[in-house]
């Protein structure tokens, strides 16, 4: 069997296709073995109709292949969904609690301040570190807002490419399904990279799951 993935799909689709042939009415089965004549003992079939039969149980297992691959890429992507919305609500929270601490921190800074103004002097050295930490402090926090946002967009990106990718699967198959052209090479480009896919997921034993 040759070693690469295409080579191994080709095999398979020149694979010849053993016909059957009745025993004819004239053929005298005690003098002449009808199987070495390629004759067969079982009634032979209409030639149309075995060929219709075939084609059919072809596209039965075809499409089921199809749906399963379908399912599970629908699965995948719903998988990346919850997993990423997860960590937005995640994002959202920590968003809320950092606002929240912050709108007590600036309470209390500013109750410091007015009550420093009360009884200090305005010359005094504590209104002057007071403004020094007030431009840290806002600093942090766009530092932290920046942060923020990066996750978020980091989230938003990764759902996006999710979406995508399956997207981009769906008009694959959908074009390997149509049957209003000859689809050969295409169909054989996508078995080649699924059976690739499946090798480089597989175990190190070897065994394709």
């Known amino acids: 069997m040759p070693p690469n993935g295409r080579a191994k799909v080709e095999a398979l689709l020149k694979k010849p296709r053993v016909i059957k042939r009745s ?4 053929f005298d089965a ?28 072809l596209r039965t297992k075809e499409d089921a292949i199809f749906d399963m691959k379908i399912k599970y ?26 606002q929240l601490k912050r709108e007590k921190q ?26 020094s930490q007030d431009i840290k402090t806002r600093d942090q926090e766009a530092f932290e807002d920046a942060e923020l946002r990066r996750q978020q967009q980091n989230i938003d990106a990764r759902m996006l490419a999710a979406e995508q990718e399956c997207a ?23 078995h080649v990279e699924e059976l690739e896919r499946k090798r480089s997921e597989a175990p190190i034993s070897g065994i394709i799951r």
């Open 168 to 190: 981009q699967f769906l008009e694959q198959v959908a074009a390997l399904r149509c049957l209003d052209k000859p689809l050969g090479d295409l169909r054989l480009t996508f």
């Open 106 to 131: 600036w309470a209390k800074r500013q109750a410091d301040l007015e009550r420093a103004k009360k009884e200090l002097d305005p010359s005094d050295v504590f209104f002057k570190t007071n403004a």
């Open 23 to 26: 025993i004819p009415a004239l």
């Open 30 to 57: 005690t003098t002449r073995s009808p199987i070495f004549f390629g004759y067969s003992f079982e009634k032979q079939k209409n030639p149309v109709d075995e060929a219709l039969e075939s084609e059919s149980a």
């Open 73 to 98: 890429q629908n699965d995948k992507l719903q998988s990346t969904r919850a997993s990423e919305r997860g960590k937005l609500q995640a994002l959202t929270q920590k968003e809320s609690g950092l």
